[in-house]
């Protein structure tokens, strides 16, 4: 019998085909084409079915020790899922939405509070991977690219190439201006990307929708126009002209002339805080609070003219660049500068802040292009460029487009690996004077001597928009259902600071400070630990050695931590005079010149 | 060379027809969001100040009384009844949607001191100065025929509490003894009392159902169990208590209501010293009313004003107060967590929501949905400062903010005196008593 079955098997195990890996059952290369695995169990069925079929009638005699599993015929077949659970989502998607609040180990006998904490990271948890799921499934649009063929530099692509390979819509999207009378232009795009403003150095003013090119307005204020700057909906505008601020609506009608704004060169506005910051020719930066009409604060940075300029959009602090090639980061609440790094030798000419935040993207008057981590305000990267780049703009998906004379250069990836060639290249007529990425379109805006050009560089614009928060293909009702949503979460000046997460974090300080306060007034420490009191045992089993001894055990927990504390505590001292000394140690090796002797030994 | 430019077709975002909704295509990338909790924080701001914006707690004052409102009792079955008595021995039930008086009953000479309608709904009973239980009807007899009691009982003292069991044909009043009385007999199956004179409130467990619980006179709180023939245990505190109630969802927790201006709540198995004490109050607290979710209650005081406490807090976390009303003696909170009923002295019963700033009836899905977020965002927020503030401030009676701010004065002097008695003499000789040890004075079993 035993080995009539053994044999059975061993066929058994020969004839049947194995049942190929599925990614849910474990690690393995499967994973990789999981989306074939679906095709596979159609197909994998047939052969094994078959295989079994020749067994039942080889081996009929033991048809009834077989398990169910073979049993196609009569009996249900118990069918499990292929696909267990929802469908997985991979990591680096789902670490795009992390927030970083993830709090380990709270104490114990904080019940209440860890239950709140675990239910809200279980809560964050699902938004992470709903939202993962959703990013990788339901977005719309793909981002555009540009590959050239075997040894064809994308960057020797000419404009009018792109424009006649891509569809008619696309293609239409490069034109030129032809704008001599009044050039140099600076320009805007409105924050869906739909509205084009235009400021001509000579006064020349005109905003027109630039996918339908439909004129809005155009308007000569017969003076100079520093910059040109759209508030927070395409129905008014900002320009900063010869001597005061002016606030135009769409049609071209002068709102308002703000005389306590005088001298400006360069615009930001901050959509979210509806502040409009202003640098001056006089060194002052100023806020406008463009909901209610007044001025929040004027910093005098006391740095001369500032006519470099540009916004961090992920914490609204205000970047600007002097001619002592230091930069400076600028909040209205403070007097000072929060950040002065020193960035170029020579003057800084231009300034960008990426769309995260992490990345800022420098030119300065010795022809360098220096890339520095915002957070940690180290530098990245740098590089030379010949000519140097006089304005730099930085898209939504990471470009960097560099103006150097009348050349437009598009660089792709700057911060991560060191770029040798540009991505793109495009010369236009006269020295570009302004550049702006147009949101969520593959498109450069170039303002120039000559005019305007609108270049194409595809893969520049974000592909998929936040419907909520800029819609270009908003109607004129949600426009205003946005504008009365926007204002009422307008956030207040008063919290922009280097890390706008801060708001929602632990404010240990405080606390610490009112935990003083609070010992001070009850004269005791409420938060105390009550020394350790051991529980009286009934029945004699509480006694006097034994008490004594659960004593000892809990004492030498608290002494643990005490002598722990200590023990830091000196290490770091330690580690502090060992410092000093070697400091010492250096300067007087370095410093020490002949003529100390002479110095006094107090003044040291 | 291979290129591809965005080029959205305008169908993919633009409504079909008028008819249509606005497509809203979302994209959740952080970065296209950013300032999440600077904004998220503005919108709690904007949440909170609404919420006190739209405050309006009050609804609707009943009027009819001819002498102050001493006794209220909920209808088992029926939301939108409520029956009261007054000081005047006059019993009225209310139709509560329609803020009408539907029937009145002169039932007892003298005050009505309490009121019981029968788990059924089908009968209420009632006990008076007069030394009567009197069971009522709920139905209103027919036109011309006179208010008859179905049932009378004369008792021997005067009755002050009544609480009819949850399920059975049984009830206990409270006066000089706690009596058990079955329905169907004159005279009381069980009597108890613990060298007491008398006692001021009984209450029945909700869900040990055998269980009762009383306030006596002597400043103890009374627990017995039915089945046996003496009471189980008591604590006795530093003051009377007035009333107390049962936590209907944790029913080992009841709460009483104190003459020293607080609450406790007790743990039924842990009476040593008080799970909280609230304190809010700045009079005599006369009445406690659990919410049936067994979170909240609310508490009726001598100063004019109710309160609403959380159960695990130790601030209350509502204010009601009008300038018309006189001590508040008795107060519900109705069946379905919506709102709260108010008996005064000056003869009226007020009916309040019980979220002041709650929006009555049908809301629609999104209004539901904002609702809610804006609840969740205030939760988050609720520690920041400029939002606590505005949370927290509430407008008080001239009257009530100087005798609290008063108290804070004493409590502060009180303190300091402790605190220097404690320095002056040895170390351990003064204990430090937290303020839940203070107001025990002893547990007898």
């Known amino acids: 019998m035993a080995s009539a079955e053994e044999a059975s098997k061993r066929t058994h195990v020969e004839k049947k085909k194995k049942v190929s890996e599925r990614y849910w059952q474990g690690s393995g290369e499967e994973n990789k084409d999981e989306h074939r695995s679906g095709a596979d169990v159609l197909g994998d069925q047939q052969p094994q079915q078959g295989s079994q079929t020749k067994h039942q009638i080889s081996s009929s005699t033991k048809k009834k020790k077989r398990k169910p599993e073979g049993s196609h015929g009569m009996k249900a077949v118990t069918r499990v899922d292929p696909f267990p659970g929802s469908a997985p989502v991979p990591e680096e998607k789902r670490l795009k939405f992390r927030r970083k609040m993830k709090i380990d180990q709270l104490p114990h006998h904080l019940t209440k509070i860890r239950r709140v904490v675990a239910s809200s990271q279980a809560a964050s948890e699902i938004t992470e991977n709903e939202s993962a799921r959703y990013d990788q499934l339901l977005l719309l649009e793909d981002a555009g690219y540009l590959e050239g063929d075997e040894d064809e530099d994308t960057c020797t692509i000419s404009q009018e190439d792109i424009a006649d390979a891509v569809d008619i819509t696309a293609g239409a999207k490069y034109f030129n201006l032809n704008l001599s009378q009044f050039g140099p232009y600076r320009l805007d795009y409105s924050k869906t990307g739909r509205q084009l403003l235009l400021g001509g150095k000579r006064g020349h003013v005109a905003c027109l929708d630039w996918q339908t090119k439909q004129l809005m307005c155009e308007i000569n204020v017969m003076e100079t126009v520093n910059d040109v700057k759209w508030l927070h909906s395409e129905a008014m505008y900002a320009v900063a002209q010869k001597k005061w601020l002016y606030i135009y609506d769409s049609s071209g009608i002068e709102l308002h002339c703000i005389r306590k704004f005088n001298d400006v060169l360069r615009m930001q506005f901050l959509p979210y805080h509806f502040l409009l910051a202003t640098a001056s020719a006089t060194g002052f930066l100023q806020y406008l609070d463009v909901s209610v009409g007044k001025e929040v604060a004027a910093v005098g940075t006391k740095a001369g003219r500032l006519d470099v300029m540009c916004q961090n959009p992920q914490n609204a602090v205000i970047h600007l660049g002097h001619s002592n090639g230091t930069v400076t980061l600028w909040s209205p609440n403070q007097k000072e500068a929060l950040v002065k790094m020193l960035c170029h030798q020579g003057g800084v000419r231009s300034l960008a802040v990426d769309k995260t935040g992490t990345y800022m993207v420098t030119s300065g008057m010795d022809k360098k292009l220096k890339v520095f981590d915002i957070r940690t305000f180290k530098p990245f990267q740098s590089y030379f460029l010949p000519a140097g780049a006089s304005s730099l703009a930085l898209s939504h998906r990471g470009l960097l487009s560099a103006a150097t004379g009348d050349i437009v250069q598009v660089y792709r990836d700057v911060w991560n690996t060191p770029v040798k060639k540009p991505y793109m290249a495009h010369k236009v007529h006269g020295a570009v004077w302004g550049l702006h990425f147009c949101p969520f379109e593959d498109v450069l805006g170039v303002g120039h001597g000559d005019g305007f050009t609108s270049m194409l560089v595809p893969g520049a614009g974000e592909p998929n928009f936040d419907g909520l928060d800029s819609n270009p293909y908003r109607s004129a009702k949600q426009r205003q259902e946005w504008e009365v949503k926007a204002l009422l979460e307008k956030i207040q000046p008063e919290l922009i600071t280097l890390d706008p997460g801060k708001l929602g974090q632990v404010d240990y300080a405080t606390f610490e400070q009112r935990h003083q306060d609070k010992v001070k007034a009850l004269g005791y420490d409420p938060l105390a630990k009550d020394k350790f009191k051991p529980r009286l045992r009934k029945k004699g089993r509480s006694s006097t050695g034994g008490v004594e001894r659960r004593k000892n055990q809990v004492a030498h927990e608290d002494q643990r931590e005490v002598i722990m504390a200590t023990l830091k505590e000196k290490a770091e001292t330690e580690k502090e005079r060992e410092q000093k000394k070697n400091n010492n140690k250096e300067t007087a090796a370095v410093k020490r010149s002949a003529l100390d002797r002479f110095k006094k030994r107090n003044a040291q | ?445």
Request: proline letters at 4%; charged letters at 30%.
């Open chain 2, 1 to 445: 060379m291979k290129v591809k430019m965005l080029s959205r077709n305008p169908d993919d975002y633009v409504r079909e027809t008028k008819y249509d909704i606005q497509r809203v295509p979302r994209n959740y990338d952080p970065t296209l969001n950013p300032f999440e909790v600077p904004r998220e924080y503005t919108r709690a701001l904007n949440a909170t100040k609404l919420e006190r914006v739209l405050a309006k707690p009050f609804l609707a004052s009943l009027d009819g009384h001819r002498d102050a409102v001493n006794c209220m009792a909920k209808h088992s079955t029926s939301l939108s009844t409520l029956l009261s008595g007054a000081c005047d021995g006059e019993v009225k039930v209310w139709n509560l949607t329609k803020h009408d008086c539907v029937r009145t009953i002169q039932a007892h000479e003298g005050f009505v001191r309490g009121m019981v309608v029968r788990f059924c709904g089908t009968s209420f009973f009632s006990i008076g100065d007069d030394k009567t239980i009197k069971q009522w009807s709920m139905e209103a007899p027919g036109y011309g025929v006179e208010e008859e009691p179905i049932n009378t009982i004369l008792g021997k003292t005067v009755f002050t509490g009544l609480d009819h069991h949850q399920k059975d044909g049984t009830f206990a009043t409270c006066g000089q003894y706690v009596d058990i009385w079955d329905e169907q007999r004159s005279t009381p199956i069980r009597s108890f009392s613990w060298g007491v004179e008398s006692f001021s409130s009984v209450r029945f467990n909700p869900v040990e159902t055998e269980l009762l619980a009383s306030c006596a006179s002597d400043r103890s709180i009374v627990l017995y169990d039915m089945r046996e023939s003496t009471p189980l245990k008591k604590v006795i505190m530093t003051m009377r208590s007035n009333t107390l109630s049962w936590n209907p969802m944790e029913a080992f927790y009841f709460t009483c209501a104190n003459e020293d201006y607080n609450l406790y709540t007790y743990d039924m198995r842990y009476l040593e010293k008080p799970v909280t004490v609230h304190m809010d109050h700045v009079s005599a607290v006369l009445d406690v009313d659990y919410a049936p979710t067994g979170r909240e209650f609310v508490s009726a005081s001598f100063d004019k004003s109710i309160r609403i406490f959380p159960k695990e807090t130790r601030h209350s976390r509502e204010v009601y107060h009008t300038k018309r009303m006189q001590h508040v003696v008795c107060v519900k909170w109705s069946a379905d967590n919506k709102y709260v009923m108010s008996g005064s002295d000056e003869m009226n019963i007020r009916l309040w929501k019980a979220n002041a700033a709650q929006k009555l009836g049908v809301l629609s899905h999104r209004e539901k949905l904002a609702a809610n977020y804006n609840q969740k965002l205030k939760e988050k927020f609720q520690h920041h400062p400029k939002v606590k503030r505005i949370a927290r401030h509430r407008h008080l009676p001239k009257h009530i903010y100087t005798e609290a701010k008063e108290h804070t004065v004493m409590r502060e002097a009180r303190r300091r005196k402790e605190r220097n008695v404690r320095k002056h003499s040895k170390p351990g000789a003064v204990p430090m008593l937290s303020e839940r040890e203070k107001h025990v004075v002893a547990v007898v079993k």
